[in-house]
């Protein structure tokens, strides 16, 4: 009895490594210095979620270089803060006089780092050229995400380089 106990749980652990083992861990770090250094080029209430606000972040370096080349250089790291939007007591999402959600809570730092190599541990689907993700909580600690999401949501993206605010940047 106790050795089949110990056999399931070996396989069970045999099997998670293995779920795991599918979804490549992010080797970037939380970008500390954005909050100084980087410009907030967009701001804007979500397009996929109907109840938050995001605020989207990137060095003068990148914007330049998008500008001048179209292209994202070695090292570019954009960063979008997410923020809970406002409600009423009847949890209705407010808005503005400007129709604009408000910003509440702080939830989420969603961050694209772009090196190059990263891209080749990913199969087709998950492949962003030599973008990874990450995300984090506004305390800079790991945040618990599917990255496999976010990879395969930004991957369709080939026109703008898996950007969605490509065209903001310019
Ligand atoms: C279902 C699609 C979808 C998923 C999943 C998704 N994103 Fe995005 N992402 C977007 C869209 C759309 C934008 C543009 C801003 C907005 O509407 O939120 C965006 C914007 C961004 C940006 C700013 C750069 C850009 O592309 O404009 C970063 C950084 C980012 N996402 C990181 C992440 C991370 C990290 C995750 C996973 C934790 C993630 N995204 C999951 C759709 C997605």
Request: aromatic share 10%; with cysteine.
């Amino acid at each position: 009895m106790i050795r089949t106990v110990a056999l399931v749980s070996l396989l069970l652990l045999a099997f998670c490594g293995k779920v795991f083992a599918e979804e490549p861990q992010s080797k970037i770090k939380f970008p500390e210095n954005y909050k100084t250094d980087f410009v907030n080029y967009l701001s804007l209430d979500r397009t996929q979620n109907d109840d938050q606000i995001i605020r989207l972040f990137a060095s003068e370096e990148v914007l330049k270089a998008v500008k001048a080349t179209g292209e994202f250089p070695d090292g570019a790291v954009i960063v979008g803060e997410i923020y809970k939007a406002k409600k009423d007591e009847d949890g209705e999402v407010i808005e503005s006089d400007l129709s604009r959600r408000i910003r509440d809570k702080f939830a989420l730092v969603a961050v694209m780092e772009k090196r190059k190599g990263w891209g080749e541990q990913f199969s087709e689907e998950f492949r962003n050229g030599d973008w990874d993700f990450a995300a984090f909580k506004p305390d800079g600690s790991v945040a618990k995400k599917n990255l496999n999401d976010c990879r395969k949501c930004h991957a369709p993206l080939t026109d703008t380089k898996h950007v969605f605010s490509y065209e903001h940047m310019k």
